[in-house]
């Protein structure tokens, strides 16, 4: 007797494997992701926000939503903080001699503080930390259908597409981050989606694919400049998969998106710079003689009290050489606890 042949044939596995997950695993990644956000999220809802890097987000936001341009620490803002930095570090903000709209600033990238400013702008001021980490849970849990979708897109195999997605639903660090005012919040899913974009640029050469790769890139840069040394890469494997063409473009889609920011800030701070002027200040944090290599507070709040961006950055940076010149052999040994930071588990 003839045996039956059960399995699909060669054409049926390739058309199946090219459909990508199915949408009922997506749905059911998104839910199990929503749902430890969520239940923190209003755990925290209207619990107040960190006087640190959140507050100059909101400061930020608050600011751009009033339509007040993009400035921070606001007269009424240093008001709250004195009496917080003057108790715990004795730091002195002149409150009096402060602009009553603030200043403007090139430290943080534009990216994440326009995402609040739109929210601000479309739910009001009254609430605005619910409604943010509110939206923060939905993005955040978009994370693990995207990671499915990208372990598909990179052919791994159907069991480790769930596994991906499961593990980014239930990663406990990223339930953590919908409750904060943090740029990767925005940040971390447009990575994803970026990867994604490229990827299909790669596979299906086209117009429509590759300025959608770099719409993506572009954003991301935009809300953390860190990503800018990948942007090169890009264009390079872009080249490699579908031609010089494609990667132009590429190139021109992204810098396109960045270039008003770039000129903006070039014109503020009176010499050529990125999106965000913070590589001073990082640096200062990083080689300070009381640093160890990660973040700590008391060292990160000494240049608060400059206000000038140009300023502070100047300053930074000469104090940061200084300190790698005094003990060079510190600062190695800096370089390689930071690395151990980087792979070690996050304790904030």
Partial sequence: MAQVNASPPPSNRIQAAATG?????????????????????????????????????????????????????????????RPYLDRYYGIDLPTEEVPADGYPTAFRAPGYPLFLAGLYKAFGLQDRIAVVRLVQSVLGALLAPLAALLAHRLR????????????????????????????????????????????????????????LAGLALGAATLTRGALAPFLPVAALWLWRRSGLRQATLLTVVVSAVLAPWILRNSLFLGRPAFVENSIGYNLFVGYHPQGDGGFVTQVAVIPVSIMDDGERDRWTTQQALGFIREDPMRALSLNLRRLAYFWGPEDR
Avoid: C, K
């Fill in 21 to 81: 997950p199915a949408p009922s695993l997506l749905l059911s990644l998104f839910l199990l992701a929503l749902l430890p956000r969520l239940a923190l999220a209003l755990v925290f809802l209207h619990q107040p926000i960190g006087l640190d890097d959140m507050f100059q987000y909101d400061m930020l936001g608050r600011s751009l939503a009033a339509g007040r341009g993009y400035r921070w620490y606001q007269r009424e803002d240093v008001a709250r903080l």
């Fill in 156 to 211: 791994l195999s159907a069991q480790a597409t769930r596994l991906a997605g499961i593990s980014l639903a239930l990663y406990p660090i990223l339930w953590m981050y919908p409750v904060g005012l943090a740029s990767e919040n925005t940040f971390i899913p447009l990575l994803v989606v970026s990867a994604l974009a490229l990827l299909s640029a790669g596979e299906r050469p086209g117009a429509l694919e590759t300025t």
